[in-house]
């Protein structure tokens, strides 16, 4: 968008941001109180109201439950969802809540819930308010714990969680933008403090990015390093998917795993760039694991051992190791993936 990043969000820009949308049979707006999100729902009921024919929009709040102001906040959420003309559901985090690690918790239990209430409604698409500063930060944050590519690529304007999409259709706006659109329409919004509380990660790389900006890191050049990176990992996975089919070309003579996997001619593998064989790897470890998506730091370390043994004499004899619930072993020339079997407790072993 051309304008200046303090002007407030037009109709016409409404229109062009929330366009990919106006055919889905339902939404859930994702409205926790905040600026963001009340923009958000702001700007997507008047939308809404533009349109001869357009999706249903469900207002949802999540209370996690961890500030005594949230209710309030959920309630104050309610009451503008019914002067916009929108239906509106509170759905609570509830059960105990850990100790550590609160802020990726929290968002786990917000996306499962905003999840079930999609699916409940009959929605397509979970709509979040996540802005061009939040992509920043994102980027800055995976930037330090190492992330590769995929990582580095950040939020996309759309993905899939549980088999419903997650639309981002102000990724790429500044968040004063937003604040700017509730001032001239005069509508309030709850000040959130956990988002300056300095004992969480992502408010102190957040009070960073004035810094970065002054040396040319603001918002805008870390999105479009986002944006950029995002634009390589799509022709990396194509690449990917083009070497996942010619393995399967050269395995063909491949021995069956046990219980169910698949098999790598191993010259052939070998022979891929280094960024290709760990992504060939990580989806059989992820297709065939049962613990979760595969750590890139150990997915690398795994594929370091397992090329020493491809170039050992003896490796075919000696490699076999487990990774997110599933075992990679050496096989006559071949890589084999398949789920590790299960573990035995220790009484067993007993």
């Not at 819930?113 to 397509?124: D, I």
């Not at 004499?313 to 990679?328: D, H, I």
């Amino acid at each position: 968008m051309s304008q200046d990043d303090n002007s407030p969000i037009s109709a016409q820009d409404a229109k062009r941001l929330f366009a990919d949308w106006k055919s889905a049979p339902a939404l859930v707006l994702a409205v926790s109180g905040g600026p963001d999100s009340v923009a958000l729902m702001w700007l997507m009921a008047r939308w809404r109201r533009g349109l001869q024919r357009g999706p249903g929009l469900l207002a949802v709040t999540v209370d996690h439950g961890l500030r005594t102001e949230a209710a309030r906040e959920a309630r104050d959420v309610k009451r503008l969802a019914r002067e916009l003309g929108l239906p509106h559901r509170t759905v609570r985090w509830s059960g105990d809540k850990p100790k550590s690690g609160v802020p990726a918790a929290a968002r786990e239990a917000r996306y499962r819930l905003l999840t079930r209430a999609a699916k409940a409604a009959s929605a397509s698409h979970i709509v979040t308010a996540h802005t061009r500063d939040d992509q920043a930060e994102t980027v800055l944050m995976r930037l330090l714990r190492g992330s590769g590519v995929t990582g580095l690529a950040a939020m996309a304007r759309v993905s899939e969680r549980d088999d419903i999409a997650l639309a981002r259709p102000l990724l790429d706006v500044q968040k004063s933008r937003l604040i700017a659109t509730l001032k001239k329409a005069n509508i309030g919004y709850a000040d959130d403090p956990t988002n300056r509380d300095t004992s969480f990660t992502r408010p102190r790389l957040r009070a960073l990015l004035p810094v970065l900006a002054a040396e040319g890191g603001d918002a805008r050049s870390l999105a479009r390093l986002a944006m950029r990176l995002s634009r390589v990992n799509a022709a990396v996975e194509v690449l990917a998917t083009g070497a996942e089919r010619y393995l399967a070309l050269k395995g063909h003579c491949a021995p069956r795993p046990a219980r169910g996997g698949t098999a790598f001619d191993a010259d052939a593998f070998a022979a891929l760039p280094e960024e290709i064989r760990l992504r060939l790897l990580m989806r059989a470890i992820n297709r065939f694991g049962h613990e979760g998506p595969a750590e890139l730091g150990k997915l690398e370390a795994l594929l370091a051992q397992l090329e020493r043994s491809v170039a050992s004499p003896k490796g075919a004899e000696l490699f076999k190791q487990t990774l997110s619930g599933a075992m990679v072993t050496l096989k006559t020339g071949f890589i084999c993936i398949e789920p590790a079997p299960p573990r035995r407790s220790p009484s067993r072993r007993a």
